[in-house]
């Protein structure tokens, strides 16, 4: 086995035994392969060791590696094809998460390419995309980035501003509103990453008990995932562990 492939079965092991120490299905939550800074050779290793989602930081990064996969995965399948061998392998296109900071100039690549923006944290962003987003391709599936640290220089919209955020999204055409991310501040110690996991999972009960229809809780990542699981997380998102140490 690869390395790659070691890690990403350590992974799923890891996640099937926080599921199950929850009390969890270990099909309720969905990896999420963080590739950003690693080439689309290693994606590609990856997917064919049986990961199919991916995220990716940086929208231009993303497209590239999106692209440069894509060619890939033609250029197998045209030598599959003459060699006889059939399309009955041939892996599922992968599909892509955009978890990075959001950029004005930078959403149009998002529509045209990603199935899923996590990481919305201001009505122009979702407007930008809800307009961008071809009508050719199945809704962008998106969640709202949410500041539960509350550190200033930390990405998405502060909790008291929530609820105002997500009414004005869940109306946008092109969009499906699917639920709420978080990236928590690293602390020493559980006791504090718990609770700042915990605190996105109730914010998500009480935007459901407002009748939003949310399904995602997209919270933790190498260092967090058994915690996060334990508080309810639907999708965990990894780089290092999968990947290695970026540069
Ligand atoms: C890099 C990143 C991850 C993955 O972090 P690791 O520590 O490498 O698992 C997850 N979520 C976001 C938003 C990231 O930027």
Not at 23 to 30: A, F, H, V
Not at 71 to 88: F, I, K, P
Not at 120 to 145: G, N
Request: aromatic share 4%.
């Amino acid at each position: 086995m690869s390395t790659i492939e070691m890690r990403l079965q350590a992974v799923w092991d890891r996640i099937a035994q926080a599921a199950a120490a929850a009390g969890r299905q270990p099909g309720e939550i969905r990896l999420i392969a963080v590739s950003k800074t690693f080439p689309a050779a290693a994606v590609s290793e990856c997917m064919a060791a049986g990961q199919h989602a991916f995220g990716e930081n940086y929208a231009q990064e993303g497209v590239d590696k999106i692209l440069a996969l894509a060619a890939l995965q033609s250029s197998n399948v045209a030598a599959e094809s003459s060699r006889g061998t059939g399309d009955l392998d041939r892996p599922a296109r992968p599909e892509w998460h955009f978890i990075g900071p959001t950029q004005s100039n930078k959403t149009r690549l998002l529509a045209q390419h990603f199935s899923w923006v996590q990481s919305i944290d201001r009505l122009k962003i979702a407007q930008r995309l809800a307009e961008q987003r071809s009508a050719d391709l199945p809704p962008l599936q998106v969640c709202v980035q949410v500041n539960i640290s509350g550190e200033p220089t930390k990405s998405g919209v502060a909790p008291d501003q929530l609820l105002a955020l997500v009414e004005q999204v869940a109306t946008l055409p092109r969009l499906t509103l699917r639920g709420l991310m978080a990236v928590p501040e690293p602390t020493p110690g559980d006791t504090a990453q718990r609770q700042q996991l915990r605190r996105l999972r109730e914010l998500k009960d009480e935007l459901v008990d407002r009748g939003f229809a949310l399904d995602t809780l997209s919270m933790g990542m190498s260092d967090d995932l058994e915690i996060a699981v334990a508080e309810g997380a639907t999708m965990v998102r990894v780089g290092r562990a999968i990947f290695g140490e970026r540069r």
